[in-house]
Every structure is written in C-alpha cells, then in structure tokens.
C-alpha cells in the first residue's frame, strides 16, 4: 500500500506569508497527487490535481509542484481565507486504492 | 449545479448494519466513478470505496473488506454503501463524492475528487 506522510501536521502564519506543505509518498507516483482544503465543518474542496494543476476558480496565489514521491503545496500570500486544513490524496494505484495525507492544519498566528 | 445529498447515518450498535445513500444531480451520474471518502471525528480523511460508472469494479480499504458493499443506481442516479458488522472505529462522517477526469496523457489519466456531498454522520456506540 502506499502511504502518504505530510509536514507539518500544523503551521502558524501570518497573513501575507508564504507557506509551504510537503507531502511524501512511500513509492513513486508520477504526478498522481492532488491537494484538497477543509475547512471546519464543511466538505473538501479540490484545489490542485495532477501535482500542478489548479483547478478552476482556485486563487493563483496556490500552486503545486513535485514528482515521483516529493511533493509541495505552496500559498504565496497567505489570506485570512486560507487558514483550513490541508490534505494531499494519491490516486497512482491500479486499481484504484487512494489514500490521504494527515493533513496539515494552518493556523492563525 | 452538480449536487451530492448524502442520507441514511445515525447511530447503531457494535455488529449492527446501516445503508447509506447519495442522491446525484446536476451531472450525468452514470459517466462518473463515484467514492466514499470518511473522517472520524477530528482526524483526517480516509478513501472507503470506488465503482466504476456501470457498477462492475468495485475497491475498498483494507478496513472495511468484507463488510462494506458499494453500489449504484444510475436510472435513479443514486449511490449507496451498505455497511456491515459495524465497529466503533467505523465512527466518522461520510462523504460521497464524483471521480473526475481531468485530463488524459496518453492511457495516463489524472483523477481528482471535484464534488463532495456534505456528509452524513454514522456513530457505532453501545
């Protein structure tokens, strides 16, 4: 099985900071990654498929990078909207077997 | 507007049954592969299931092998998780959500979970 590992499991940052998520996959996955947001009490939301590619209406203040088992999920300027939880999900598997991240929690500072 | 309305949580016993269900609509539910993604209170999200759009592939999490069934309904665009022999480690909010292709690079296609329901909450508690 492949296992996703995520740091930090949380931040805190300011407003207008850059911040940077990794995500590690035990094996090589291609760019079999996305990246979702969560925040309290509401479902995932897709932000970033195929390791670099935002998805429509995400604020290009997001981007995706990585390849094979290294992975970043970078926010430029963070805005008070961002502050949710972050989750990386493999889908490389055949068949198709996904798994998530931890997430990663970003908190105001 | 796609929508997901997921139904059928509540609360059972250790060993017990529940059958959960998603009601599809803005979207040609029978194109789609459809999942179940759950989280347990205040931890992450965990994949439970997939089915392919007729029904005839289904894949499950190590966990819930044996237990849960998948399933669709796609004259009445509906997807539902059967789940038996329920532990309390089955405690957690469930999800359905739509398998989206988003591009294609030769037989390499990139797959992301673009469409979530709001979840429904299944507590396993004696």
């Known amino acids: 099985d492949i296992q996703m590992t995520q740091s930090p499991t949380s931040l805190s940052a300011s407003v207008g900071d850059r911040v940077t998520i990794t995500c590690r996959a035990s094996q090589s996955i291609s760019v079999h990654l996305n990246w979702y947001q969560q925040k309290p009490g509401t479902a995932p939301n897709l932000l970033i498929y195929?390791?670099?590619t935002l998805q429509s209406g995400v604020p290009s203040r997001f981007s995706g990078s990585g390849s094979g088992t290294d992975f970043t999920l970078t926010i430029s300027s963070l805005q008070p909207e961002d502050f949710a939880t972050y989750y990386c999900?493999?889908?490389?598997?055949?068949?198709?077997?996904?798994?998530f991240g931890q997430g990663t929690k970003v908190e105001i500072k | 507007e796609v929508q997901l309305v997921e139904s059928g949580g509540g609360l059972v016993q250790p060993g017990g049954s529940l059958r959960l269900s998603c009601a599809a609509s803005g979207f040609t539910f029978s194109s789609y592969w459809m999942t179940w993604v759950r989280q347990a209170p205040g931890k992450g999200l965990e994949w439970v299931a997939n089915i392919r759009q007729d029904g005839s592939e289904k894949f499950f999490v190590d966990s819930v092998k044996g237990r849960f069934t998948i399933s669709r309904d796609n004259a009445r665009n509906s997807l539902s998780l059967q789940m038996n022999s329920l532990r309390a480690e089955d405690t957690a909010l469930y999800y359905c959500?739509?398998?989206?292709?988003?591009?294609?690079?030769?037989?390499?296609?990139?797959?992301?979970?673009?469409?979530w329901g709001q979840g429904t909450m299944v507590t396993v508690s004696s």
């Open positions: 999900q493999q889908n490389y598997n055949t068949p198709p077997e996904w798994t």
């Open positions: 959500a739509r398998v989206w292709v988003g591009h294609c690079s030769g037989n390499d296609c990139y797959r992301a979970l673009d469409f």
């Open positions: 195929a390791a670099s």
